[in-house]
């Protein structure tokens, strides 16, 4: 199954709200013909906010892992767990806001470079770790990984450059195993 | 009733692990669901599965006239039995005419399996003849749906699809029938026993949840049950009443939760909400404890919903996780199956000192009855009142949407589970009929009754064909105001009587029943009511109609204006006249000065308070 980033435009620009807050929810769903469907369409449905969504195997091969990121009130969120855990396919369902957890998301960003600017573009790069994967005369194309702040970071520090394209993955996380400081 | 099933019947066993067709496992699997009978319409891709339908039966098929009446007819005989009625139909068009009928019983928690034709796998997505994508459609309206991909998996998705239908919160599946996987063969072998790992319901209660709930209700003073669907969809009605007697505590239903608990008892209140009685709805406002059974607050309950039960602890016994604390929050959820947790709860609970409590709604009861007076036109509730009578509450009785669906829920005095079959969540005009006739074909030991208004009558009625041609003995009664009522009251309470498209052109009902062979007669005075009720009660070996000409401009009360608090409920204008003969909460009934006095006391009504 590939990896799929639905509904980025239904992220509203500014931080979390008073009530709204940002819920970061793993599922394990039986990787059936129309579950993902099932999943998108529940969020469409019942107009809850969908910032990312990915989807990816997992270690049992009947099995989906997904992760969704979205924002809701307390209320809405308890919802949208109940209403995720009726679906008959889904075989699990964890909110990991409150755990600790790792979180990925990679990214590959094109950017406008010229002789004078490709040095301090890839000196950014650096910075963040990113690595380039592709050039031409007036691009180039840098690949990086990591929570979502600092793929927000380097996607500010790039924009002066130029940037012509972005694609991301959204997020995929996975719940620590220590709990508490590590 | 004709059946036109063999009477022969093949033992299923005889051709176990034998090569079989798709259609031939589908039909053995539903013998091994113990299916007595189908509601179906054939077509192209579903034309082999009613090729083994002809040798294989031991199902009785109906043909209905349109495929969103097989739907409705499923969802009566599911409501009336308990078992899952079932629906047989073909692609593309039959799919997508069955889908009022899935979102209603989705609504409604009824569990029904669709079996829906596909255009061969190959061909899906091409727009090939009559494709219509069934399982996206219905995805949002059924509890699961399946498209099934491989003959070998055909078995074991209808054994997990009746599974799902029936288990937990009841509600309709969808199967996706591909012609070219059903022509497959393979050996067949129905699974004796399934589990799911990602399908558990609950069962048992929280045992630490149901003592927080034991704590509140002993240490109430003002306790109410309210009481929904949950509790005749579990059986529990026995328990609900134990529970009841033994607490002194005043039962108020919903919608669907009617006859779950004897309206003929003190401690019924009859239904509540934006139609409810104004003592049910009053005393919700006043009590110190709400225990919600088997219901959802459901905005028709609650109105505005802040204001409902505001002083009230809550607690919320509900099969269903989501349906907790998603309009209201309560202070104990209990989430398990009806009938076990309120077993559970039986031993902790210690009976109430309500005496005072009970003397309150008693007297607004006195102060508030329901009611009305005859006119110089022959009224609906009292045509429902007679039926009543009629009846003694020992009938199946199905209404349609609208006025007269409330007027029956007030007026009708509810004492058995599955005695009530309606449309409630979704609303869905044009139900009765279909329905009714579905719960009869399920039901032949109590007479089964059809109420629909003028309006809702034709938005099924190609199934009075299939009624007369199985000879189903219902009683199908109309009740003709020339309105679509319920509308037209909004339009004059909060419209300014600006009526726009509510008055209706109607044909001879009793003409046309008679053209589909059903004998009927018309009803246009109080004193014919009686009679004419008495000759449908009466008739046998096949329907019987009769249209009730009644008020044109009539309107439903109390109510509750939608969205709105207690304090806006409007009773009913009429006058209580006191002191009254019947007992306190009995429907009144006033007449004019010369009209014969009937109907004021109930079939029911064992003992009767002085006036």
Redesign the interface.
Known sequence: MSQVQVAHSEHLPGSDSESTKRHTISLQ??NK??AF??IA??FA?KGYNIESLTVGPTTDEGVSGMTIVTRGDD?VI??IM??L??L????KVVDLTFDSFVERELVLIKVQSTAASRSEIMQTAEIFRAKVVDISQNTLTLEATGSQQKVGAIIKMLQPFGIKEIARTGRVALKREFQGEV | MESSANTHKKKPESSRGKLMTGSEIFVRSLIEEGVEVIFGYPGGAIIGVYDALVDLSDINHVLVRHEQGATHAAEGYAKATGKPGVALVTSGPGATNTVTGIADAYMDSIPIVVFSGQVPLKLIGNDAFQEADIVGITRPITKHNYLVRDVRELAKTIKEAFYVAKTGRPGPVLVDLPKDVMAQKTTFEYPGSISMRSYNPAQEGDPAQVSRAAALINASKRPVLYVGGGVIQSNAAQELFALAEKLGCPVTTTLHGLGSFPETNRLSMGMLGMHGTWYSNTAVDYCDLLIAVGARFDDRVTGKVEAFAAEAKKIHIDIDPSAISKNVKVDVPIVGDVRTVLNQLAGLVQPLDTNDWLATIDQWKSEHPLRYSHGNSLRAQYVIHEIGNATNGDAIVVTDVGQHQMWTAQFYTWVHPRSHITSGGLGTMGFSLPAAMGAAFGRKDLPVISISGDGGFQMNMQEMATIVEHKVPMKIFVINNGFLGMVRQWQELFWRRRYSHVELYNPDFVKLAEAFGCPGVRVTKVAEVEGAIRTAMEHTGGPFFVEFVVAKEDNVYPMIPAGQTVDEMLDTPEPVAGPQNGRIGERVIYLQKGEQSKGKEAHHVTSTSSS
């Open positions: 769903v039986e013909f129309g469907n099932r369409g529940l449905a209320n308890e919802q109940k209403q855990t009726k008959i396919d889904t075989v």
